[in-house]
């Protein structure tokens, strides 16, 4: 969402405002399967699971 204003007070002097918001949001799940290290046995393999979440919110307001 952005809003702005733009506001002429006289010849000389304007009044110009500008609001600005944003999100952005991530869920992100991941799998891997490797061998074990170690292992003589190449058949046997490490499962590992892990999630990300992450959530970005912006505001910005200027004045000029």
């Known amino acids: 969402m952005m809003v702005r204003i733009d506001h002429k007070l006289?010849?000389?002097f304007r009044i110009r405002a500008a609001y600005a918001q944003s999100s952005y949001s991530v869920d992100n799940t991941q799998t891997t399967a490797n061998a074990i290290r170690g292992s003589q046995e190449y058949h046997i393999r490490q499962r590992v699971m892990s999630r990300s979440?992450?959530?970005i919110k912006t505001v910005r307001f200027s004045l000029i």
């Open 10 to 12: 006289d010849d000389q």
């Open 53 to 55: 979440l992450r959530e």
